[in-house]
């Protein structure tokens, strides 16, 4: 993990525009946002997905997606913690992009880092059938749009003040952070053309599972954590009256909820066998994370 | 232009995710600020470029690109009228979308649609060749990036109350505007197969003059037209203090550059023949029109 992680941050490093090169300041923000932190979750199970689907996966190729979908959860992390949005003034231990920056910055920032994102999918050797790699650019696009992230944050959006049931709330976390993380486990498999229909289902599955355990854990860690240990404000959706698990479970069976659908990750996982165990071990990781 | 015009309309209206399908608010955002208005400068150039390359761009092709190009050029409307950045109510003579909607709305609904265009850039039918989709990918990723049209945007926030030079105003309006103009006639070109990289340069440099000509008259229009022909707040670059080719040349040294320029549009296509009427009688329109 700590070999693909230092992968992607001197890949991005390289990668994202130089902070000398004109707009500096706007360079500047996008950098200080994609690098130096977070976990490379979605990076991870990328890889993880491009060793399931065995020996085809090109750790290049890999690298620059999971480039480009650090740029995704980047630049929706900067939009999200906007005043008009949650209003939060630290992220990854770190003043918000709006904060060290200004809001307008801010807000190109985000959008320069979608764009990019796609233009990375776009580099000749990211696949060597562009047929393949134009389908890459349509989940990712998805993943993004109205029916996958920023769909799931205006329903987010829509739900302060709101009683949800599970399923709703479930429904809701699908589509924010379900949808990118689905689309990193799918464009990882894609980097390989070894893997069939059945087995992409299976790997999809998987994916759906994990991203809904990573919110539960969120949740769980939210009320569980200090802000300092986290690098971001704990007890913000309950300051915001935002429903989470914990809210609508309760502690314990919040918790529960995350080991059930760990194994759940993991019973996926169950006919792709030895090469799926880093994906396995993302699933154990993501629920077991402390921090 | 109007039949080109209704189709984008039509086409816009069917591709647009409906107001009924979740989540909603969004949804009918993204409707609010892509349908029902706008000059569709950008899909008319596609199209003129397209016919300008001859036989091969099949209107359904122009037709999806369009789209794509209109839903790029609604988000940068969307997020430019936020209070964060212009500041603006008024927009296609109607509320702006942060005024009819939220902020919150405005700014996912600038997100969703971004996303949205390069979905539509990936559809089977756009292009026969899967490499050279990939590639109008690229281009109109590029063209809306951190060193194309969100640049821009950055490098005129950057100039609020500064003297530019005209050099340095043209490097601004080459990215704010003329990066996605410059993409439209690329893209539109490209879906035909039947211009060399020599004529793709000519519309290239077609595609230059007017993109700058363009922002020249809309500097023109803004100094004088009233609002309610317009359609949008007028005097609002005098007002928050920004260079325009008005405050830097004065009025008759502008209305002189934009008819120069319209000649320098003009001459550019000179190679191409008949075919490209089309395009000519665009940059007349374009420096030519009275709102």
């Known amino acids: 993990m700590a070999k693909v992680q230092a992968r992607i941050e001197s890949a991005l490093e390289r990668l994202l525009p130089a902070a000398a090169i004109a707009p500096q300041r706007l360079h500047e923000a ?33 690298e620059i997606l999971g480039c480009a979908l650090e ?12 005043p008009c949005m949650d209003d939060d003034v630290l992220r990854r231990g770190k003043p918000a ?10 807000l190109l920032a985000g959008d320069s880092l979608q764009a990019f994102a796609f233009q990375l999918l776009t580099e000749q050797r990211l696949c060597d059938d562009p047929a393949v790699q134009v389908e890459m650019l349509k989940i990712l696009a998805v993943a993004c749009g109205s029916r996958g992230m920023a ?14 049931t599970l399923p709703e709330l479930e429904y809701m976390h699908i589509h924010k952070t379900g949808a990118l993380i689905r689309a990193s486990v799918a464009l990882g498999a894609r980097c390989s053309n070894a893997l069939g229909p059945a087995q992409l ?15 539960v854990v ?56 030895g090469t799926a165990q880093r994906l396995k071990d993302l699933a154990d990781f993501i629920v077991l994370r402390k921090f």
């Open 30 to 62: 996008m950098r200080y946002v994609v690098l130096g932190g977070g976990k490379r979750i979605r990076p991870l199970l990328a890889f993880a997905a491009g060793e399931a689907a065995g020996a085809g996966a090109d750790p290049g190729r890999l």
């Open 218 to 273: 969120d949740d769980v860690l939210d009320q569980e954590s200090s802000t300092a240990t986290l690098g971001k404000t704990v007890g913000k959706d309950a300051a915001n009256n935002k429903p989470t698990y914990v809210s609508v479970l309760g502690l314990a069976r919040a918790k529960a909820l995350a080991e059930e659908l760990r194994c759940d990750a993991h019973e996926a996982l169950a006919t792709l066998g």
């Open 151 to 164: 769909g799931g944050q205006a329903i987010d959006l829509a739900s302060v003040g709101q009683t949800l």
């Open 201 to 215: 289902e299976h790997l999809d599955h998987y994916a759906k599972y994990v991203g809904l355990a990573f919110q």
């Open 71 to 82: 740029c995704i959860h980047a630049y929706s992390l900067v939009h999200d913690d906007l």
């Open 97 to 106: 992009c709006h904060v060290e920056f200004d809001e307008a910055t801010a």
